[in-house]
């Protein structure tokens, strides 16, 4: 009796095993999955320590969201490559959906004027270049995406940050490149400055870094309280603040002279000196902080996103589902399929997650628009072009003991 009952337990085990595995799912990973390929034309130079964190966290979120898409990349360097010949090689490409870039204001204005030369259909032009000039050009023509507001914003914003942490500044200077980038600061900061009641005394503008001094010289003797820096490169952010630091540390001056720097010091490179110098001090766009992104980004790799992270981490979100809705409604520019989906302005922040991917994806199957948002907040476009977004959020950060640290937002 006992080994029947046995024989009857070992057979009921292999009746279960065998109907367990008849009923278990088989789990084939997908190999038909739609490229989304985009053309990322930034600094070689920054690739591993800044940009390759947004894009590929955002692929890997594209691919979580399970929507049928891989994200692809091709890039191009931007200090090394000829972007006019670069431009219309990609504005024939089929397989390119959109391209992202540049670094530098001027770098994409070539770019965007090469895009522009085809009549129809051009490229879509992602960019975090703020320069009022280029939603001036090209904002009529439908394919440049401006993902920061223009720096007439930024200008503002930093005059504003003065005057609220140093009630005493009465005079102001500006130190800016001379190309398009601070081409925008040097049109709009007397004027800004007047409508603050602060009193502009000296514009300095300089081409290259052996210019820097004379500049600083002519500023320091204006009798500025404050000086708004506009570098034109990353690498001039340490020179202006030692000469500065010089100058408060060993003049009589009434008061120091208050140092704030624009977005482009706002780049790991300025913490990797011999000495870290802490308390350097600037401004630049951000995520929204209600939109869990930065947050999200610090717990992950350790650091808080670098100026333009969460514009890319935008872009790549965008076209990918920009290419789905074309492809739902029957599209053939890109642009128009863009349009379409930044033409609402979104209820809620957080559409960066791959929760929210899968969401506007069932929604634009089902034939929907849905109203995006992304990293840098509810992505409200300007209704006539849908070119330039209309609400940014500026981080004001410090340096500190070897790290960037943002002491508020606005």
């Known amino acids: ?131 009022q000039e280029l939603p001036r050009i090209f904002g009529h023509r439908g394919f440049l995406w401006g993902l920061c507001e223009t720096d007439i914003s930024q200008s503002e914003i930093m005059l504003s940050c003065l005057s609220n942490e140093y009630p005493e500044i009465k005079k102001v200077a500006l130190l800016a490149s001379d190309d398009i980038y601070g081409q925008t600061f040097v049109d709009w900061f007397a004027f800004q400055a007047v409508e603050l009641d602060m009193q502009p005394v000296s514009i300095q503008t300089y081409k290259t870094a052996s210019e820097l001094q004379s500049c600083l010289k002519q500023i320091t003797l204006s009798g500025a309280d404050a000086l708004v820096c506009v ?8 020179p202006v603040y030692n000469y500065i630091n010089h100058w408060n540390l060993n003049t009589d001056a009434e ?23 802490d308390f350097i001090s600037g401004l630049a766009p951000a995520s929204h902080p209600s939109s869990g992104f930065s947050v999200s980004y610090e717990a992950l790799y350790g650091r808080l ?51 929210m991917i899968a969401n506007f994806y069932h929604e634009i199957k089902a034939g929907g628009t849905p109203a995006l948002s992304g990293a840098t907040g509810t992505l409200d476009f300007d209704s006539e072009y849908h070119t330039t977004i209309r609400s940014t959020s500026y981080a004001h950060w410090i340096t500190y003991k070897g790290k960037m640290v943002v002491i508020d937002y606005y």
């Open 1 to 131: 009796m006992k080994k029947l009952i046995s024989n009857l337990f070992v057979l009921l085990v292999l009746m279960v095993a065998f109907l367990s595995c008849e009923e278990s799912p088989v789990i084939v990973e997908p190999t038909d999955l739609e490229e989304v390929r985009i053309a990322v034309v930034l600094p070689q130079k920054d690739r591993q320590t800044i940009w390759k964190n947004s894009l590929n966290w955002v692929a890997e979120n594209i691919q979580k969201a399970n929507i049928g898409v891989k994200v692809v990349y091709e890039w191009y360097d931007e200090e090394n490559v000829n972007l006019t010949d670069l431009g219309k090689t990609l504005s024939e490409r089929e397989d390119i959906k959109s391209i992202i870039g540049c670094n530098i204001s001027a770098n994409t204005q070539e770019l965007a004027f090469a895009l522009a030369r085809k009549k129809e259909n051009i490229k879509p032009l992602f960019t975090f270049s703020t320069s």
């Open 231 to 238: 570098p034109a490169a990353v690498e001039d952010v340490i």
């Open 255 to 277: 008061n120091p002279i208050a140092l704030m720097f624009s977005d482009k010091a706002y780049n790991e490179s300025i913490l990797k000196g011999a000495e870290p110098v």
């Open 305 to 355: 996103p670098y100026n333009g992270e969460a514009e890319v981490y935008d872009a790549v979100l965008i076209t990918t589902l920009a290419t789905l809705w074309a492809e739902q409604h029957d599209e053939a520019d890109l642009n128009k399929a863009i349009a379409a989906l930044l033409n609402a302005t979104a209820t809620s922040q957080g559409g960066w997650t791959a929760g």
